[in-house]
């Protein structure tokens, strides 16, 4: 009998990639799709590219419209998921693309988000060690973010290993679909196309506790992280850039072993062969991560580098593949392996 | 029993997109991978994006390696299909990607080709008026180029119902993965970003016969071609704004009533709604054409503008679906409805 | 003595281009940057890469602020240029971007703008025939769009000569800038890159009677038009393909006579080389067109094809140039030749 | 009397630019284009945004085609600039694109570019303390590379004050003309649109020891880099985003500090106001850098984001503005402060 799943923020870019996802699960009907400001509005003028949905109409997002699902994803503005989580009750699978339950520290997430903290619900990257077991089973899943999903892929394998100092350097380029779909002049096409720009830069960007928060859990010890993110003339993808001092005595060797080990049976993330770099091309609306990771003999570092989709293996295809566990469906269904390239 | 199925020019755009919708298709199991200049290479270092298969090395192009497969895609260079085929047999399904087959006319052929006319092959645009029957158990299938079958099916419904005057003019807008994976100064990314150019010019781009073939045939008078190519900056992509004259009497109406007949059971071919445009981004990586078309009332005009991929419906896609007719299998099996985007 | 500008609407894209080109003149002083919603910022936050303004407080645009200047742009709203220079007074010279100066026909405007008539002013096309005369000495240019200012260049010597049918088919390209810089959810960077699309197909565009009356004033006869503009996936620029049939017993030879003759001594339109075609990256920053024309001796059809900047010779450059001259200045002072490549 | 100058390697991207940067120099007269596998063509065809060139036919780079200026530039492959300038004389100022001058080690140099040493040219890098001394009057002059002009702009004021450690960890993203014009397939369009990828990743790449000389040389003991480049999907522009451990007491206010009396009085580098950052769109086509600077309070980590036009302040801009000092000329003169945007 198939999942019946339903979709809150329909006609944003999350949303519209957890749509994209279900089209792909063979285990899932597409139930209500919700909007807000676009309620009433057929699916197709808003996600042209989701034909077998075009007719679709979109519900206002309520608790009525979204009862009487198996799951619910969420791709709501912040601070949203929590009522609605409610009012579906616990035998709902939630699933929640937004950042409410991310993080565990509630001083964190007030000083942060400005807001009082939700809670925080089992964490949606099955990679990480530990996650899988906390998956299984659950009601309630908070999406990791695009940035914590690229960066903690790439660097727990070092903090596992114990190879890196807790001190982490990252910086990412992301396309544009992170920005979400809101006309913001800084996003227009005019504005992107041709410019790479940083911004959040200095500490203040909302991913940078959630990248600590899974790094130190890790490592044993807090990790702090230096984190810039950047913003690239494409629509999606992202490319991480991490690197950590390696302790005393790590050698090239240990690191290529560390990684190899940590990705070994992994299905959706590859540890490239030596002298092959990620590039966010190979991954483009798949659920797979592209890591590559060497030593920096003269500089002493580690340097790992991730490449994702932002929207896929960074939001709805994450969020799928831990919809899967949660259902005890095989991890793996219905995800894409395979890029849209070139 | 899976049909198995070769590659040969595995390691252009072409053939990874053919292997890209093999792989998504559930009655296809891929066997030999060929190349020339990249044999023995590992596809993975080759096409990035097709994660299962990045083990696979890439075999010499010969007909050793290509025997023992029910169907074999042909991505060559002009020429060197007449050959292949040849040595493979007629009991092989053999799907050409290039131009060998396409035309019908040897002095069309040997006017824009410049070599000796290898014969026609059923031409492999299902959408087209008797297209299915002719593909329906074949062993020999033309793909159409991709400029023709964006053309062709914009423009069909037109002459079809002898609304439109027999001469087209035609600018379309291709990504530049339209011109291959070949190393040459003005593909450049430095080049092709934030550029448009056109090329070809005058008619002597070499799709332009086959879209006066096609579109004459359903016409059933010779229909004159205006065609101008030109370069986006985007990697995949057609965008075919085709006009022609309406004939005398021809209103808005019928215009409208053709094309919805037209494309009413198409499961690949979309009139969109009235008012909305078709754009590139919605068919990106998918076996689909977004159509639109209008009457310019005050230039007497029809405008039909088709957006496809011209990797996937323009070229493997278009493949896959002529297979799955030539083969007995649903037409649709296996091939992408759903677009990546943004 | 310096002449003295002010710029309104310097927020915006037209409004920008204007300051960087006054910013080359070596005879213009640039007095008042005035906006509307953005008054009281700093010119350094909304415009960049105007260095040497970027102190600069954008001012509120009014007459008072406005005056006192010996040049005034316009870069404002559809409709607001008439109050504006009736304030200014006769002796300032006015030079408005937006359009409404640009029609003769007072049936046209409301028909395409649906806003009563203010006037037409000289238009700003220094290069098509009669037009350098009523510019010199004027006090009130309108700045043609941006598409006819492209198709206008690549068409005239086509009339001019009488060698072409009167009924263009006109398919043009454009960057984004020229929708301008409100933030819009279609112009998204992430909606852009990676897509073509068409918009205002079917006669609807208001550059449409634009064109018309262009052509039709050099043709001596109206010249039908029939013009689809489309989206391109850059910052800026214009390639516009223009086709009209040939009149009986043109070769193309005669064409390219016309075409040779009518751009001989312009200096800012190059007519390239038999077998160059243009590209929007060559003019990239310049006040400069590229163009190109053949004739397709199957089709029957003259194609001309023409590059700009539509923000530069398309709108900016185009209306310094057309400054100089109604000041008595050399018509090339201060203008950019030279373009941004790659 | 007008400086005299050519260009060798006219045909390429740097040549390209140094041509375009000259072409706006009041004081300089250009020579002799000269070129090797495009010798003998018309430079409109090879650099068609060149307009004043156009005609200028490319000559074979040689000591006779060179001789009889008072500048040569060249912009050639690796290891070929110390036998062209010993063949110019030591009259004529010679202005090395290339990197054959720029290292003063020659461990560094054999280590990294597998050659002999050819010895050290005064650093074409007028802003970091002591160049301009050594630039005025000289006859030679090494070109910095692009991403040391970026890297060593952010970060020199944090040495020269002391603020930071001497450990940097520097990630940037580079526009493809970085990459040069020879045809490649990773550099073509279809790879490199949507698509961010590293390269030269664990400190292998070229750059690395030119920025640890400067760097070293302002800090007074030698500075560590962690460097890693980064192929981004537009035609120009770096991003470079550096890091370094803030000493013990540092606070924002000394950073702020040491930033605004670094570039008080720098006519190409702007320290941004506090809150905004650099674009590379607002540099485009402009020989100037922006930057900004913060204290990342929590992971103690200085960070100095500049944006650069690689081309123009990377390579030929630079080029002239050292030109300038080496002549006696100011140092302004000829050099566009205004980028091209959007």
């Known amino acids: 009998m198939a999942v019946r799943a339903a979709v809150a923020g329909a006609s944003g870019y ?22 807000h400001s676009n309620a009433g509005q057929r699916l197709g003028s808003l996600q042209p590219h989701l034909l077998p949905l075009a007719d679709r109409e979109v519900a206002p997002t309520s608790a009525e419209v979204l009862a009487g699902h198996d799951v619910v994803f969420l791709a709501l503005p912040h601070g949203q998921s929590a009522a609605v989580a409610e009012e579906l009750g616990p035998d709902v699978l939630v699933v929640d693309c937004g950042a409410d339950f991310r993080l565990r520290d509630a001083a964190d997430w007030e000083a942060f988000y400005g807001s009082p903290h939700a809670g925080s619900w089992p964490y949606g990257l099955p990679e990480l060690p530990g996650a899988r077991a906390a998956l299984q089973g659950t009601r309630r899943i908070a999406v990791p973010g695009c940035y914590p999903t690229a960066v903690s892929l790439a660097l727990f394998p070092a903090y596992t290993a114990r190879l890196a100092e807790p001190e982490a350097v990252i910086v990412a380029a992301s396309g544009t679909s992170g920005a979400g779909k809101s006309a913001k002049p800084h996003l227009l096409g005019s504005e992107v196309m041709g410019s790479m720009s940083p911004y959040g830069v200095g500490g203040g960007h909302r991913h940078t506790p959630e990248m600590i928060q899974s790094l130190s859990a890790v490592a044993g010890e807090r990790v702090g992280v230096s984190f810039t993110p950047t913003l690239a003339p494409m629509p999606r993808g992202i490319l991480a850039t991490c690197t950590a001092k390696a302790r005393p005595g790590v050698d090239a060797a240990a690191v290529r072993d560390a990684y190899e080990k940590a990705f070994a049976d992994e299905p959706f993330v590859t540890l490239l062969p030596e002298g092959q770099w990620p590039a966010t ?19 002493g570092r580690i340097i790992a580098i991730c490449a994702i989709d932002n929207l896929a293996k960074g939001t709805a295809g994450g969020a799928v593949q ?8 095989p991890e793996t269904t219905g995800l894409p392996l395979v890029g849209v390239a070139p």
């Not at 999350?14 to 909007?35: C, K, Q, S, Y």
């Not at 091309?281 to 500089?299: C, E, F």
């Open 281 to 299: 091309a190979a991954v483009y609306g798949a659920n797979t991560a592209q890591i590559q990771v060497t030593l920096d003999p003269a500089a």
């Open 14 to 35: 999350a949303g519209g990639e957890v749509l994209r996802m279900l089209l792909g699960h063979p285990e899932v009907e597409i139930g209500a799709v919700t909007g």
């Open 322 to 329: 831990s919809m899967n566990l949660a259902l005890g469906l």
